[in-house]
């Protein structure tokens, strides 16, 4: 496959049906605004609505045509090419030795015509370095099938090749279902993912859309200010009995917890709508989504680091969520939940598969430096602490109160970090668990480690702790208030663990 190639033609209709909704879907509201305001105008402009509409059609139909006939591919010996562009050509490469994954991704269009977007993940900029879109399923699994091998150093199979040139789908690679999640799942899964962004939705759509109602919203809301309308409300709840006003507020709460929970049970079936992760011969593979259709297959061997986490809540009724950082992901580009609303049984073999071993109680934890807590407690307990004396003295006792009060829960909550906060080291891998209420875990392959540093602030090299910080893919595993000694001799292992390695001779 070293010849030029053209994306699939229905893509022309991806990119006119997207183009023509951001044009068209606003026209209709300002024609249909412009007829509800003022008739007789309506009536002149009337005549050239439906000339305007095919003459936007058109542009947009022109314009997708060029789109695909100036774009073409190449999966080459050394890189994968895309060039495009209609007035001014764009061409990009990227060699195989800096592909980390090739991913599939289905919008709703795309899916409905049977296409995927391909993403060559690189890890770097936080970004894909390159994306096509669209080809056919068929096509789609083919080059993911080819880029892999080629970067692997193989050649790609048969079997797959004769796939793609028949037209039909490439077998998907046989495994087994580590992790699933079924409707109950799912509808459980969101309850707990509360969200309030229905409202942000609203706002935001009355902004774009206001000229639609038949008053001026702003101005409503502002003579609802000047009429006293809100004070007027609340003097109407004090004149209610105490049972009457802890009714209103507890509606006024349920309505809002209700709100939340409908919303995250919506946004959870969206984004993981029939989630599945295999392991297959090529790797973890995991597809999910509703409207969005992902298919991203992991190399077990790039898999560089283990992320467990679970909520205030969730944690009481024992649900964890897992992902991965990988070779492929950049400052947290990429999202490899593997298994995000999971229990503790069902996530264990996954990080077995993953090469992990999930840490207990029996793991040799160590806790940070207690002057290190000790410092964090004073320095954010001071302003508050000394804004409560202030207030005090002045005569406003209960402010002052509330002010103290703040400054004993900072200190506490310093107090319990430092109780719940560790680190461990074992021969394979570094540990760390951090927070108390919702704690978070993060286990990294020592070998698979990319950096080691040791930093000190003013404060810190005064008191005798530091920060150590192993670099990673998806960002930094850090060390607060650890002893130099303790950091020293976490590094010293962890260098020896990546020197003993000849990293010539791991997969790429």
């Known amino acids: 496959m070293h010849e030029w190639l053209r994306v699939n033609p229905l893509s022309m209709a991806v990119q006119m049906l997207r183009t023509l909704g951001s044009a068209i879907v606003p026209a209709a509201f300002v024609i249909f605004g412009a007829g509800t305001q003022d008739s007789e105008k309506f ?30 591919y190449r999966v080459g010996e050394a890189d994968v090419r895309v060039e495009q562009g209609i007035l001014s050509r764009q061409a990009r490469s990227v060699p195989y030795e800096r592909i980390q994954d090739v991913s599939l991704e289905q919008k709703l269009i795309p899916r409905l015509l049977g296409l995927v977007e391909v993403k060559f993940e690189t890890g770097a900029g936080g970004k894909e370095e390159l994306k ?63 969200s309030l962004v229905v409202f942000a939705v609203l706002i935001g759509a009355l902004q774009q859309f206001e000229f639609l109602l038949p008053f001026d919203l702003w101005d409503y809301l502002a003579d609802l200010f000047r ?18 006003q802890i009714a209103a507020i507890a509606y006024a709460v349920v309505a809002v917890v209700v709100v ?32 969005t259709r992902t298919d991203v297959v992991m190399p077990v061997h790039r898999v560089q680091a283990l992320v467990l986490k679970t909520g205030i809540i969730r944690r009481r009724f024992g649900w964890y969520g897992l992902s991965f ?44 430096s ?4 000790f410092d964090r407690a004073v320095l954010q307990a001071l302003v508050p602490g000394a804004a409560a004396m202030a207030a005090i003295v002045l005569g406003y006792t209960l402010v002052g109160l509330l002010l103290a009060a703040l400054a004993g829960v900072l200190v506490v909550g310093e107090y319990f970090l430092w109780r719940f906060v560790r680190h461990a080291l074992d021969p394979q891998q570094v540990m760390s668990r951090v927070g108390w209420l919702a704690p978070r875990w993060q286990i990294a392959n020592r070998v698979k480690l990319h950096s080691v540093e040791i930093a000190q602030g003013p404060l810190a090299r005064r008191r005798g702790y530091c920060t150590l910080r192993f670099g990673l893919a998806g960002g930094r595993l850090s060390f607060r208030g650890l002893s130099l000694d303790d950091a020293r001799a976490m590094r010293a292992a962890v260098l020896d663990s990546i020197a003993a390695v000849d990293f010539a001779h791991l997969p790429r």
């Not at 796939?163 to 999640?181: D, N, R, S, V, Y």
């Not at 992901?329 to 071993?357: L, W, Y």
Request: charged share 20%; no cysteine; aromatic share 10%.
């Open 43 to 72: 009536a002149e402009i009337a005549p050239w609505i439906i000339p305007v509409l095919v003459v936007i059609i058109g542009v947009n139909l022109l314009g997708a045509w060029l789109g695909w006939v100036r774009l073409r």
């Open 132 to 194: 096509l879109s669209y080809v056919s399923e068929a096509e789609g699994e083919k080059l993911r099938e080819t880029v892999r091998a080629l970067v692997e150093g193989e050649t790609a199979a048969p079997a797959v090749a004769a796939a793609g040139e028949a037209g039909e789908p490439a077998a998907e690679p046989t495994g087994e279902t580590l992790f699933a999640m079924d409707t109950r799942r799912l509808f459980v899964f969101g309850l707990f993912n509360f």
């Open 227 to 244: 009429q006293d309308t809100i004070a007027q409300a609340g003097d109407a709840l004090a004149g209610y009995t105490l049972v009457a």
């Open 260 to 291: 939340g929970m409908a919303s995250g049970v919506v946004r959870t079936f969206v984004q993981d709508w029939q989630f599945r992760l295999d392991r297959t011969a090529k790797g973890f593979r995991r597809r999910r989504g509703l409207l």
């Open 325 to 368: 950082i990988s070779l492929a992901q950049d400052a947290g580009s990429a999202n490899h939940d593997v298994a995000p609303f999971a229990k503790m049984e069902e996530i264990a073999p996954i990080a077995r598969e993953a090469g992990f071993t999930l840490p207990g109680e029996s793991a040799d934890w160590h806790r940070a």
């Open 370 to 373: 207690a002057d290190y807590y």
